[in-house]
């Protein structure tokens, strides 16, 4: 099973995708946590993608889906996985596309998790995250077992920059400019479809898991 979460920054498309990942005993990759793994263990695509960030620069596509199409060569990923942040642009998209093909491969599902822009700016601001193991949480809705402080790896949890009312205003238009038309990519190819995202969460999975079974 070969699933691509879309869904606005903060959306919850992380959190549906972990679920997903644990329930089919597939591997959940994020190009996050790909960052991390290849930085950390010195790889040669890893330092090459270190030598941008190092610089604060974005690490271009054809890299970034080098690591991902890597990544995917792993055994855990034998019986499928679960995408998440990427591809966030139709190029992108259509790259990953062609990197499939060549393994005769291809994404099955494409799924949309819907939540309105003012409902994602209030939720991020009460987003925390652990900057140490990428994990995150929320002050309401998914606490860590001790206030403050990361479940995985005890290191203090911080509102991110990047989640702040301000910041978030300006990622969700880039959003609709440049990722929200990766919706019609995915529709044209029978492959789309949307769930709301402002439900309780374990509703919401239930409702993507109706997808996935149908």
Do not use: W
């Amino acid at each position: 099973m070969k699933v691509i979460m879309l869904g606005a920054p903060g959306a919850g498309k992380g959190t549906q995708a972990k679920k997903i990942a644990a329930k089919y005993n597939i591997p959940h990759i994020s190009t996050g946590d790909i960052f991390r793994e290849n930085i950390k263990g010195e790889t040669q695509l890893g330092l090459k993608a270190k030598v941008y960030m190092d610089q604060g620069l974005l690490v271009p596509d054809e890299l970034v889906l080098e690591l991902i199409v890597d990544r995917f060569k792993a055994p855990d990923c034998k019986d499928g996985y679960v995408l998440d942040g990427f591809p966030r642009t139709i190029p992108q998209a259509k790259a990953l596309d062609a990197a499939l093909v060549k393994n005769n491969d291809r994404i099955e599902f494409a799924i949309d998790v819907y939540v309105a822009d003012e409902v994602i700016i209030d939720r991020m601001a009460g987003r925390r995250a652990c900057l140490d193991c990428g994990r995150t949480y929320h002050v309401d809705t998914l606490k860590p077992k001790v206030e403050g402080i990361c479940d995985y790896c005890n290191t203090k949890l911080v509102l991110r920059d990047d989640d702040k009312p301000e910041t978030v205003k300006m990622r969700l238009e880039v959003y609709h400019e440049q990722t929200q038309p990766l919706l019609d990519y995915y529709k044209e190819k029978g492959i789309l479809y949307s769930v709301d995202g402002t439900g309780a969460i374990d509703d919401i999975y239930e409702e993507i898991i109706q997808v996935l079974m149908a």
